[in-house]
């Protein structure tokens, strides 16, 4: 994944908490690439904000649908 790409934000595993219940399934676009600590992140502009996701809660939309 790289800049710019459109993802989805998939749904949390369930020993996790939900910090932000409502973009689980929501459109995004990843405006930078992280890190915390050695798992590799991307902050995802999603419903008019900025959010850090891990890369595995994130699935890459094909634009071209």
Known sequence: MQVG??????SEDAG????WPEVYGQIGVI????KR???????????GKVAEFDLE???K????R
């Open 16 to 19: 996790r908490t939900l910090r």
């Open 61 to 64: 939309v094909n634009g071209s």
């Open 31 to 34: 405006v930078a690439l992280a």
């Open 37 to 47: 600590l050695y798992i590799p992140a991307a902050k995802v502009m999603v419903l």
């Open 5 to 10: 790409d459109m993802v989805r934000i998939k």
């Open 57 to 59: 809660e994130l699935e």
